[in-house]
């Protein structure tokens, strides 16, 4: 049986069920449901999800982290002790989480990404890219505006962008998105120092490459946007303001890209990548929970299709090695 975690929002994962249904695998989605659905009896080791034993479950679709509080919950508490409740929820709900995790893995089961293996810090990315052999952008921690003027100065054209992750931020009236935004031309508004940021140097970009890998294959989609001037492609997407193509990378960028991937043990990611002027790839960082919209939507690839295949092939595999 498949065991999915996931959160109870996300589309892909509910094309992949459909699929999943379609070929007749067994599975269960674990989302903010697992407070619900979870019976542990800590002293006999017993854990059963949804009414099944964790036993049952033989290959696992590691999607995205489930919810610690659903929207009534946050509603509830954000009125009163806001900070301190969701910090503690958070906290208790990553140490049930955790221990899930734990047991699952005493029991041997195949992951399709494994939780355990997937750092999303992209200096450690790069670090390692580097060491595969990818080229990478001139990469600087700078903490104080001298530095960034020295740079500037220096004739670079600079971007700035998160350590890990993109955060979004909200308010009860605003919605602000986290992105890759240009320096140059905000240096008046940068203080005179600051926590440490990650600043690149801009690449001339030709076009960006979203690659998602399942199971050593690579699916790529090349992002063409009509203003190259955009530092951030993801506003010429929402603009509908670029097309999308199929793309086969190059054989030695994809040797380096595999074993960059094994490096960190990730069997289904994603890899965002950029072409200069020059035809010349840059990686740029690793999703390791495997976005794959770009190509399965855009390009009409199905990759949803893809992974519920895989995750029919692992089940499979499973029960072979066990008879």
């Not at 921690?141 to 600079?158: D, F, M, P, R, Y």
């Not at 506003?235 to 991937?261: G, M, T, W």
Request: net charge neutral; glycine share 2%; proline share 3%.
């Amino acid at each position: 049986m498949v065991l999915i975690i996931s959160k109870s929002d996300d589309t892909p994962t509910e094309q992949v069920s459909n699929w999943l249904n379609t070929y007749k695998v067994p599975f269960f989605v674990l989302n903010e449901n697992i407070y619900d659905v979870l019976e542990i009896n800590f002293n006999s080791g017993e854990i059963f999800i949804g009414g099944y034993s964790i036993d049952m479950f033989k290959v696992v679709w590691f999607r995205k982290f489930p919810y610690a509080l659903q929207e009534s919950q946050k509603k509830d508490i954000r009125n009163n002790l806001y900070f301190s409740l969701v910090e503690y929820n958070l906290i208790e709900a990553r140490a049930l989480r955790e221990y899930l995790f734990f047991e699952l893995k005493k029991r041997d089961v195949v992951w399709l990404t494994n939780p355990f293996f997937m750092t999303e810090n992209k200096l450690i990315q790069m670090q390692t890219a580097k060491a595969c052999g990818l080229s990478v952008p001139e990469t600087f921690i700078v903490n104080n505006k001298k530095k960034v003027k020295t740079l500037v100065n220096s004739g670079k054209e600079l971007i700035t962008k998160p350590f890990e992750n993109c955060v979004n931020f909200r308010s009860e009236n605003r919605f602000i998105t986290m992105q890759t935004t240009a320096v140059n031309d905000k240096l008046d508004a940068i203080p005179d120092y600051f926590r440490p940021a990650l600043i690149q140097s801009k690449i001339e970009r030709q076009f960006e490459i979203r690659v998602f890998y399942l199971l050593g294959v690579f699916f790529s989609t090349k992002i063409i946007t009509n203003d190259n001037t955009m530092v951030d492609h993801r506003i010429s997407v929402a603009n509908d303001d670029c097309r999308f193509e199929i793309y086969q990378l190059p054989k030695d960028v994809e040797e380096k890209l595999r074993h960059l991937l094994d490096t960190f043990q990730l069997n289904c990611a994603s890899v965002d990548l950029i072409v200069n002027t020059r035809n010349e790839h840059y990686f740029l960082e690793i999703n390791p929970v495997g976005q794959f919209t770009y190509h399965s939507v855009f390009n009409n690839t199905y990759l949803e299709i893809e992974i519920a295949l895989a995750l029919k092939k692992l089940l499979k595999e499973c029960s072979i090695k066990n008879t």
